[in-house]
């Protein structure tokens, strides 16, 4: 059998043609091997950024992803003469668009590659492409696509067919190697390189791993570790911003500075200073677990140092109280992650009125059995069970986004000059 190299392509999604050709510099150096001009640096710049890229990379193969679904024969000859190698065109567009695109490419010598991106039976539509001479077919699961929970992979195992396949979507080093073993020869990845604070280290190990995908494969983890695992790389306003500025509780605070609470909830409504339920809590806990208490009392607290060692002892990742608590100095002493809206000496008595895992509102938010719950010293947020996954997966890209921000400023720019405010505020 004939080892062929996977080709790892770096996806430029940015809307500068400078920072696209800084990233892709950074990007080859770590090991990618053709440069795409994403969709968005082609609208920004149109076809001058393709000719820049060229210019800058010339023993590089350079794609310009058009998205093309209508002209196909124009579209391809105007990439062609601004320097593209590949043409990329939707998979979806009609065959005589198709056929058109491909006689264009034939005429300048450039080929074609087919993105199949939101195809209602991509399978089925790729075997079609296959037979009209595309040249190369791309599984790809779009951003929006990708935060609900879809996964390439998943076409990618159900695909035979004779042409090069490429696989795009949220891509990393694990599933990067993942696409190896499973048929695909051209790995295309974006975000995980492009809004890398190290973008080269980033693509070396994209890099590594398609070069060795059999010792990357790690066992497949339940959609909850996943989401705990996610919500762990992000903060609170990364999460705020991923939920367009909701979610945040209201006047809830960090009480153990530098402490952060990532779980479940497990929901108590109490009255104030009635501290039954919230202690009759952590016995229905799991461990990661976090527990919520509306306490309505800002006076009186229902927690304090023997129900945070209680908790400690059960596996209990963190408490929110929207109310107070008290005993903070042996909380402090034991570093666990506690929010509350006050610090108090009192405490009420154990009557026992209340319910646990109920819906409650905590912080101006409503809070249900199960929701994550995210803390830190910013503050806390809730995320509703049942787009816990896209959230996720969104706020991961918020901070992958500032974290190449940042970088960016560290090098010397002001915040203004790396987002062209100038550039793009409204006029």
Avoid at 183 to 200: D, E, K, L, Q
Wanted: with cysteine; hydrophobic share 45%; charged share 25%.
């Amino acid at each position: 059998m004939i080892y062929i190299k996977p080709v790892l392509q770096v996806a430029l999604d940015v809307l500068e043609t400078e920072r696209a050709i800084q990233i892709a510099r950074e990007a080859i150096t770590g090991g990618a091997d053709w440069v795409e001009a994403g969709t968005p640096l082609i609208k920004s710049e149109g076809m001058d950024a393709l000719r820049k890229l060229k210019a800058a990379f010339p023993d590089r193969v350079i794609l310009a992803d058009m998205k093309t679904v209508d002209t196909g024969a124009m579209e391809v000859e105007m990439a062609a003469k601004a320097g593209a190698d590949i043409v990329i065109l939707l998979g979806s567009a009609d065959d005589s668009t198709i056929q058109d695109a491909i006689r264009s490419a034939r005429k300048y010598g450039v080929k074609i590659m087919a993105d199949l991106i939101s195809a209602k039976s991509p399978v089925k539509r790729a075997k079609e492409l296959a037979e009209l001479g595309i040249d190369y077919i791309n599984i790809h699961v779009g951003i929006d696509q990708q935060m609900m929970g879809e996964d390439p992979l998943s076409i990618l195992k159900s695909l035979k067919i004779n042409v090069p396949i490429a696989v795009a979507g949220g891509i990393d080093a694990k599933s990067a190697a993942a696409a190896v073993l499973s048929g695909a020869s051209i790995i295309i990845v974006g975000g995980n390189i492009v809004r890398s604070s190290n973008v080269t280290a980033s693509a070396r190990a994209i890099r590594e791993s398609l070069d060795m995908p059999q010792l990357s494969i790690e066992p497949e983890k339940s959609i909850d570790e996943k989401i705990i695992e996610l919500l762990k790389q992000v903060s609170t306003p990364n999460i705020s911003d991923a939920m367009h500025r909701k979610g945040a509780m209201k006047d809830i605070h960090s009480i153990c500075k530098g402490t952060k609470a990532v779980g479940k909830a497990v929901t108590v409504q109490t009255f104030p200073g009635d501290w039954a339920k919230p202690v009759e809590a952590i016995n229905a806990a799991l461990p990661g677990d976090i527990i919520v208490i509306n306490n309505n009392s800002t006076h009186v607290a229902p927690w304090g140092e023997l129900a945070t060692l209680s908790s400690i002892n059960k596996g209990v990742a963190g408490v929110v109280i929207d109310g107070a608590v008290r005993d903070v100095d042996d909380i402090r002493r034991l570093n666990f992650p506690v929010f509350a809206t006050s610090i108090v000496p009192n405490a009420g008595e154990p009557k026992g009125f209340g319910e646990i895992n109920t819906e409650i509102q905590c912080g101006g938010q409503t809070v249900k059995p199960g929701d994550f719950i995210v803390g830190d010293d910013n503050g806390v947020v809730v995320i509703p069970r049942e787009r816990a996954y896209e959230i996720a997966r969104r706020a991961v890209e918020v901070e992958k986004n500032e974290r190449r921000i940042r970088d960016e400023i560290t090098r010397g720019k002001t915040l203004s000059e790396v987002l062209y405010l100038e550039k793009w505020e409204k006029k």
